[in-house]
């Protein structure tokens, strides 16, 4: 069930986009398709943010772009209802 809304779903919604070099945030307690959107969403606003990958069952938000911060990401996820568990520079072919 989801945790943010109760709705009950298990549907994987992830948003896909690849642009530039990327850092991969491990978040917790996204269980659907909800979850994924409410998490896109509020990463997204992010001034910086070219784009937001999420992987609902590994729980691993892939966020593209430059000139934000951890802190920021950390927050955006803290208003969509879950935890920022760690970050790690990945690189994009």
């Known amino acids: ?26 978040v917790t307690g996204m269980t659907c398709g909800h979850c994924v959107s409410s998490v896109s969403a509020e990463i997204g606003k992010i001034g910086g943010v070219s784009g937001v990958q999420v992987d609902l069952a590994s729980g691993a938000v892939t966020v593209n772009g430059a000139g934000f911060s951890d802190e920021q990401i950390r927050a955006a996820v803290d208003r969509a209802g879950y935890t920022l568990a760690d970050a790690s520079p990945v690189s994009t072919s």
Do not use: K, L, N, R
């Not at 989801?2 to 491990?26: K, L, M, N, S």
């Open 1 to 26: 069930m989801c945790t943010a809304c109760a709705c009950g779903t298990a549907d994987t919604v992830p948003a896909q986009v690849e642009i530039g070099g990327a850092i991969v945030y491990t």
